[in-house]
């Protein structure tokens, strides 16, 4: 039974603890960066510097949804706001719809809601790979504690790079209270998941070598988190720099 526990703990703390406090600590800032941003140029400039962003947002929760057999009602990667309607706010949208019944699909739903989290840090990775590869060489040798390599940089692909970002840091993270109720609704499922793989683990193996396997398994995705919450504080400087000037 000992075991067990310890095996669940190291679920919890590496599949659990470590992503939702790392995601919630670059989903706030981001939520900052979307307000001052308005507050800098108003309510349509968070679509002209976080439009790219709120695409890739809405096509994470769209690419999750289908991915877990959820049925798309439908759906808006970027939607221009009506200004004389209250009521019309979201800069877009996937509406979709699961069987009650069915286990699979409702664990789903928390992994829906938190997509964009994972989606956005994925792109962030992969347009610094790509862009400007020096920067990501040396965000590695950082982690390896390794000899820092020389950076060489192209204005126009550093330019490039800034704006896309910074676009994807002002619209993509910010997770909304629909995104965390949708992923309410499958907590009790994915935490009857946990306890069951526990208890199957426990047969085979021990808790340390389950914590040092998923250790070693999600430290690549977790030095991407900080990345991208690297990237958020980045922004959160410059607009705040902004904010008071203006």
């Given at each position: 039974?000992?075991?067990?526990?310890?095996?669940?703990?190291?679920?919890?703390?590496?599949?659990?603890?470590?992503?939702?406090l790392l995601g919630t600590i670059t989903v706030?800032?981001?939520?900052?960066?979307?307000?001052?941003?308005v507050v800098i140029g108003g309510f349509y400039a968070q679509i002209i510097l976080g439009g790219i962003g709120v695409i890739i947002h809405e096509l994470s929760h769209l690419l999750m949804a289908l991915l877990f057999g959820h049925q798309i009602v439908s759906f808006r990667l970027l939607h221009i706001p009506n200004p004389s309607n209250p009521?019309?706010?979201?800069?877009?949208?996937?509406?979709?719809?699961?069987?009650?019944?069915?286990?699979?699909?409702?664990?789903?739903?928390?992994?829906?809601?938190?997509?964009?989290?994972?989606?956005c840090t994925?792109?962030?990775?992969?347009?610094?790979?790509?862009l400007v590869?020096?920067?990501?060489?040396?965000?590695?040798?950082?982690?390896?504690?390794?000899?820092?390599?020389?950076?060489?940089?192209?204005?126009?692909?550093?330019?490039?790079?800034?704006?896309?970002?910074?676009n994807i840091a002002i619209g993509g993270f910010d997770l909304s209270n629909a995104d965390l109720e949708n992923s309410a609704t499958g907590l009790m499922m994915l935490l009857a998941v946990f306890l069951i793989t526990a208890l199957i683990l426990s047969q085979f193996t021990t808790g340390p070598l389950v914590a040092q396997t998923?250790?070693?398994?999600?430290?690549?995705?977790?030095?991407?988190?900080?990345?991208?919450?690297?990237?958020?504080?980045?922004?959160?400087?410059?607009l705040s720099l902004l904010s008071r000037l203006g």
């Open positions: 039974m000992n075991n067990y526990f310890r095996i669940l703990g190291a679920l919890a703390l590496f599949l659990v603890l470590i992503p939702v706030l800032i981001s939520r900052r960066n979307k307000v001052l941003t009521g019309d706010n979201a800069l877009g949208y996937v509406n979709h719809a699961w069987n009650e019944h069915s286990f699979y699909q409702r664990v789903g739903n928390v992994f829906i809601g938190i997509a964009p989290v994972v989606g994925l792109a962030i990775i992969g347009l610094t790979q790509w590869p020096g920067i990501f060489e040396l965000w590695q040798a950082v982690i390896a504690q390794t000899e820092i390599p020389q950076i060489q940089l192209t204005a126009g692909r550093l330019i490039l790079w800034l704006i896309l970002i910074a998923l250790q070693n398994w999600l430290a690549p995705f977790y030095w991407s988190m900080i990345f991208a919450l690297l990237i958020n504080l980045l922004m959160l400087g410059i």
